[in-house]
């Protein structure tokens, strides 16, 4: 089984900072990575996915991928009480996905 | 509304008593997956289903059965529930194709209770 780590957190920032949100993984050939929201008591939804080394952005959002340090990061800029949630980062297997326990993010206003 | 709806939302029961819990979806996606969420918030992989047909089976107990009679739906049941059963249970779909099966689309949850 594919290994997904992070930090569970909880991770604090106030608003209108930047908040970084760190995954590592095992297995060198993995190709692409995703990372879901779950905010409290709802489902995970798709925010981000990358799979070329260096930085994607998409909004207030960047994900960036190192695959030989084997890890990828989620940074939110300009940090709102609204993107206090919980974020999974998941990695792919054969036929599914290898979720990571999750950070949990609080942005205080 | 296009979605992947699971029921009931809530579930509370006695142990050893045996449940079903339903996920549809109207997407037109071909792969189906039930996930189990623990208290931690870990979420784990229990089955997947392509097109009616069982692709994924990881370590669960056999009194978990899932059953899917189309390709737009994919049901739990659960014999004679235990007490670590209890858990949010999560349906999700997802089309076929690289970097698109990965983009699951989840169902609400069904959190379930067993006393």
């Known amino acids: 089984q594919k290994e997904v780590e992070q930090n569970s957190g909880p991770l604090s920032v106030p608003e209108g900072a930047i908040a970084s949100l760190n995954c590592t993984y095992s297995d060198r050939g993995s190709q692409s990575f995703f990372w879901y929201r779950q905010y409290s008591g709802k489902s995970p939804e798709l925010i981000m996915f990358?799979?070329?080394?260096g930085d994607k952005e998409d909004g207030r959002f960047t994900a960036q991928l190192n695959k030989a340090s084997q890890y990828v990061s989620l940074l939110i800029r300009d940090s709102q009480p609204s993107d206090s949630a919980t974020y999974l980062c998941a990695v792919p297997g054969a036929n599914n996905l290898f979720f990571g326990t999750g950070t949990r993010l609080t942005v205080i206003p | 509304d296009t979605a992947v709806s699971q029921t009931p939302k809530y579930l509370v029961t006695q142990m050893g008593n045996d449940k079903s819990i339903k996920c549809e979806q109207n997407l037109g996606h071909d792969t189906m997956y039930w996930y189990k969420q623990d208290s931690k918030k870990f979420l784990k992989i229990m089955f997947s289903y392509n097109n009616k047909e069982l692709i994924i089976n990881e370590t669960v107990p056999n009194r978990f059965s899932p059953k899917s009679p189309d390709k737009a739906h994919l049901n739990l049941h659960i014999n004679s529930l235990e007490l670590g059963d209890s858990a949010v249970y999560f349906c999700?779909?997802?089309?076929?194709?690289?970097?698109?099966?990965?983009?699951?689309?989840f169902g609400s949850g069904t959190q379930l209770s067993v006393l």
């Open positions: 999700a779909s997802s089309r076929k194709g690289t970097l698109q099966w990965e983009k699951l689309l």
């Open positions: 990358i799979y070329s080394n």
